[in-house]
């Protein structure tokens, strides 16, 4: 399970160190990076996977071999593997092997020297995944094998793939990926890996005859990994409804300069979260167009907020209603900071984690939630003005989840349209191929009858109401 322990960044740990030298807990010494830093990276490789139901801890360190950034985190591995059993950890090296087209050949230098980089400060890979365009020849793995000083076993290809990344999982278990995990780490596992729900959705996949284009409408649309994980959860509920995803990528801004008819056509819009006041107004533009053309809408953090701007403006006929986060004079602040964040300063001071959303009965995030209460993960400062409560939930607009503890709000919908909602958490961090998050599953299922012209279909797919 997915918690607070599962990611840790650079100033996370040097936060951690730092307060703990000013509580005194080095007795005056200086700190260093050793021991230090890689003291606290070591505890953070073990920090939240103890008890009896964990085998095994994979931890993922980012960067690039080499880089000044990822030094103490390789020194702090290099520590743990030293100070454990020599079956209990496992170096697992990702490397590219690129292909220069115009000679037709795959090199193999720098596998080599990214491996020799790690050889230098102690880490002796155990086992090498080799991204590759084209097929490695058995020469080739030889001479990683030899050059590299890792048994040619365990020299995995991972060449690309055809038609989707979620073949890259049975590819590996196909080599023999697992097995040299299972063994190395001397587990007591079952002698074949089950596959048989990842293959059924593979075979789906490739069935798959139909297709629907969603508008993206955000701020930073050009960085493909921006949105990544909200691509994916769009494309887990293509799958859960039987449809391919095609993706319309808008600038909000564009929206805003050159009109709605960048969205012409699209079986439904999201707006995503974000940050900065760059491409608001076009968001809310976008909004209002689906909101007034019947076209299914989704809105992510910010996007949510922007859809509550747009219906105060429009609909409730406020004129100016704004976000104080950007407008601090608007004389509507539909959003705006909790009372007890007013004069703090914004460091760590955001609404982060799971909490608790107590759904009202009857709307749409019920029926697609199928439960009273779920929990969803937050990250976010400013929210739905309270104030405001009675003159939305007077009109057509529902605030159909709140908060149980603080009393926010959490969920707005349209009730009498086709598919209308707002949220302010972050759904798509819990979506997963084999079961898609249950809204993104619904908006996907409400633009595929749009595309199809029927009604808005119920949705009876169920989902634990917890993770």
């Not at 021991?35 to 073990?46: M, Q, W």
């Not at 069935?207 to 949105?227: M, S």
């Not at 999201?270 to 809310?284: A, M």
């Not at 995030?365 to 976010?380: G, I, K, P, S």
Request: glycine share 8%; with cysteine.
């Amino acid at each position: 399970m997915l918690g607070k322990n599962s990611n840790f960044t650079t100033g996370k740990i040097y936060s951690s160190v730092i307060a703990k030298e000013r509580r005194g807990d080095y007795l005056g010494r200086t700190v260093q990076v050793i021991p230090h830093i890689t003291n606290e990276i070591k505890k953070a490789l073990t920090a939240g996977v103890s008890g009896p139901d964990v085998d095994v801890a994979i931890t993922e360190i980012g960067g690039t071999v080499g880089d000044i950034e990822s030094l103490p985190f390789l020194e702090a591995c290099r520590q743990f593997a030293l100070e454990r059993p020599k079956d209990d950890v496992l170096f697992v090296h990702l490397t590219l092997l690129p292909y220069l087209r115009a000679s037709g050949e795959l090199k193999t230098k720098p596998t080599q020297h990214s491996v020799g980089k790690l050889r230098e400060i102690g880490i002796q890979p155990d086992i090498l995944v080799c991204r590759t365009e084209q097929p490695m020849t058995e020469e080739m793995g030889d001479k990683i094998s030899l050059f590299c000083n890792v048994r040619k076993e365990c020299v995995i290809e991972e060449r690309d793939v055809d038609f989707s990344i979620y073949e890259v999982p049975v590819d590996l278990i196909h080599k023999g990926f697992d097995r040299l995990i299972v063994d190395m780490l001397d587990l007591d596992c079952e002698p074949v890996t089950d596959l048989v729900d990842w293959l059924d959705m593979l075979k789906r996949i490739q069935t798959i005859d139909r297709e629907i284009e969603i508008a993206i409408v955000g701020k930073y649309v050009e960085l493909h990994d921006a949105y990544k994980s909200i691509y994916e959860a769009l494309a887990h509920a293509g799958i859960g409804n039987n449809c391919t995803i095609k993706l319309r990528k808008v600038r909000a801004e564009d929206v805003h300069n050159k009109g709605v008819q960048t969205l012409e056509g699209v079986a439904g819009v999201l707006v995503p979260g974000g940050f900065g006041e760059r491409g608001l107004e076009g968001k809310i533009e976008a909004i209002r167009w689906a909101r007034e053309n019947g076209v299914p809408f989704f809105g992510i953090c910010l996007g949510m907020q922007c859809a509550v701007i747009e219906y105060a403006r429009n609909v409730l006929n406020l004129e100016g209603a704004h976000t104080l986060e950007h407008s601090p004079h608007t004389p509507h602040p539909v959003i705006s900071l909790m009372d007890d964040q007013n004069g703090v300063e914004k460091g760590g001071t955001m609404r982060l984690g799971a909490y608790d959303c107590a759904l009202k009965p009857g709307t749409l995030a019920h029926q697609l939630y199928a439960a009273d209460t779920v929990d969803e993960r937050h990250r976010h400062r400013y929210e739905f003005n309270n104030a405001y409560r009675e003159q939305f939930e007077a009109s057509r607009m529902s605030l159909s989840g709140t908060n149980p503890e603080r009393d926010l709000v959490e969920i707005v919908e349209i009730p009498d349209h086709p598919f209308f909602i707002g949220v302010q958490f972050h759904p798509e961090f819990k979506s997963r191929p084999l079961e898609p998050q249950v809204i993104f599953r619904g908006f996907v299922a409400a633009a595929l009858a749009r595309t199809k012209g029927q009604q808005k279909p119920s949705n009876t797919h169920k989902s634990s109401a917890k993770a």
